[in-house]
């Protein structure tokens, strides 16, 4: 496993799981439905190509066997301008290709801002993370679970509560990927 992979899987399970930032995590990742897919694209054309493969894989397989995806991202779109413009255009994607309303995109990137923060507030690290990640999502899973929680729109509240609470200690070890 590379080192990305594996910061990449602490992340996901101590600041995605362990702060609870994603309430409907937990559960598919200890029954192994969670896929990290790490590619190393030389240009967004191959990027391109992994996430159509992603994409098919995901309709492919039944939610049983593999609910979600991690597209972790080696290599490229560093820039979180220039990541955002490629979410844009994989939103596209989804309506070409028919997935829209079967699959959402989920955004994180390690310099990611929320508009209208400031590049610094600790809302931001709710969507850091140790390289820029597609996290594709089944539509159908997350309403069904949006439905049982008992108040879905206080998740993202809540969450930059958490992470603004946390120590500067408590960053350094959940967010080692940031400090540099």
């Known amino acids: 496993m590379s080192e990305l992979e594996t910061a990449v899987q602490q992340w996901l399970d101590e600041v995605v799981i362990g702060l609870d930032l994603c309430p409907f995590a937990a559960a598919p990742r200890r029954r192994g439905q969670v896929r990290i897919a790490l590619c190393q694209p030389p240009d967004e054309d ?3 190509d992994a996430l159509l493969a992603e994409l098919e894989r995901l309709a492919a397989t ?11 991202i080696d290599g490229l779109l560093a820039d979180f301008d220039d990541y955002l413009r490629y979410v844009d255009f994989a939103e596209l994607l989804l309506h070409q290709y028919g997935w829209e309303g079967e699959f959402q995109i989920a955004s994180f990137h390690p310099a990611y801002v929320f508009a209208d923060t ?18 594709l999502i089944r539509e159908a899973s997350l309403s069904r679970v949006l439905a049982r929680h008992p108040d879905p729109d206080a998740i993202p509240a809540a969450n930059i509560r958490r992470v603004r609470a946390l120590s500067p200690d ?11």
Request: aromatic content about 4%; hydrophobic content about 40%.
């Open 170 to 180: 408590e960053r350094a070890r959940l967010f080692p990927y940031l400090l540099g």
């Open 46 to 48: 191959r990027l391109t």
């Open 118 to 135: 400031a590049a610094d507030d600790p809302a931001n690290l709710t969507n850091r993370s140790p390289c820029p990640i597609l996290h």
């Open 62 to 72: 039944d939610a049983a066997e593999l609910e979600t995806t991690l597209l972790a």
